[in-house]
């Protein structure tokens, strides 16, 4: 029998990549599945918790079938951040696991880039806000604020330096950092993830699945919680 240790919570966790427009039929995006966070959105709901899942253009066969989850389907980071400000109100737990376009163009035409023959389109970008550290500076909401982090290491340094500056920058209660490169991260089924606290300190550690992955970051926010 399952754990019941998150009956009575309500999730918001967002999923998959924002598509901005550029204009009525082309976007700028990203190759996220939405997988890890729909094995977070269907664990959730399997121990307990009601989930609004906001799934940021993610395949129909892919979207989970569950009593407990309501799914709530959006294109751009504009779109996102509506939502996730919306259902953070009375949430318990707000998880972002969407990959999120740092950049926007700063016009989306009503009409297609048509091709002229000689001139090539120029696209200005904008940046978008970051909706993490919004939903975790403002904390009006009272959830507790989970982020997510896809680092690789460089010569300057490792994934886990990396993951830790941004724990302090974001603000978030818990940040998970995988690892990504040739062989983790987006789309494969196998990761391994490091979860931080707010001042970069390490929970846990953990490789697998991405489905065990989602175990072991439930069973840190459940820890958190209680
Ligand atoms: O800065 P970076 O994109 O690496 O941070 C990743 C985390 O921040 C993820 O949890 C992602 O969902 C979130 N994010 C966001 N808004 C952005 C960019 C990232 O909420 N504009």
Request: aromatic share 4%; glycine share 12%; hydrophobic share 40%.
């Amino acid at each position: 029998l399952e754990k019941q240790d998150l009956e009575d919570k309500r999730f918001v966790i967002s999923a998959g990549g924002t598509r901005e427009p550029i204009d009525p039929v082309r976007f700028l995006g990203n190759r996220s599945t939405g997988r890890f966070g729909i094995n977070l959105a269907l664990q959730a709901a399997h121990r307990g918790a009601h989930v609004d899942l906001v799934a940021c253009n993610i395949d129909g066969a892919m979207l989970p079938n569950h009593p407990r989850i309501t799914v709530h389907p959006v294109g751009s980071a504009s779109q996102l951040q509506e939502a996730m400000v919306y259902l953070a109100d009375g949430a318990q737990v707000l998880i972002m696991t969407a990959a999120v376009a740092d950049f926007r163009p700063a016009t989306s035409g009503e009409s297609k880039f048509k091709k002229d023959g000689h001139s090539t389109p120029d696209i200005t970008l904008v940046e978008n806000p970051d909706i993490l550290k919004g939903l975790a500076s403002d904390r009006s909401h009272g959830a507790f604020v989970v982020g997510f982090a896809a680092e690789t290491g460089d010569e300057n340094g490792s994934v886990l330096d990396y993951g830790r500056k941004k724990a302090k920058t974001k603000g978030a209660d818990l940040l998970v950092v995988n690892k990504v490169g040739e062989t983790a991260g987006f789309g494969d089924v196998d990761t391994a993830i490091t979860i931080l606290d707010g001042d970069g300190e390490i929970q846990t550690e953990g490789a697998g699945t991405k489905s065990q992955m989602a175990g072991i970051v439930l069973d840190s926010i459940s820890l958190s919680l209680s």
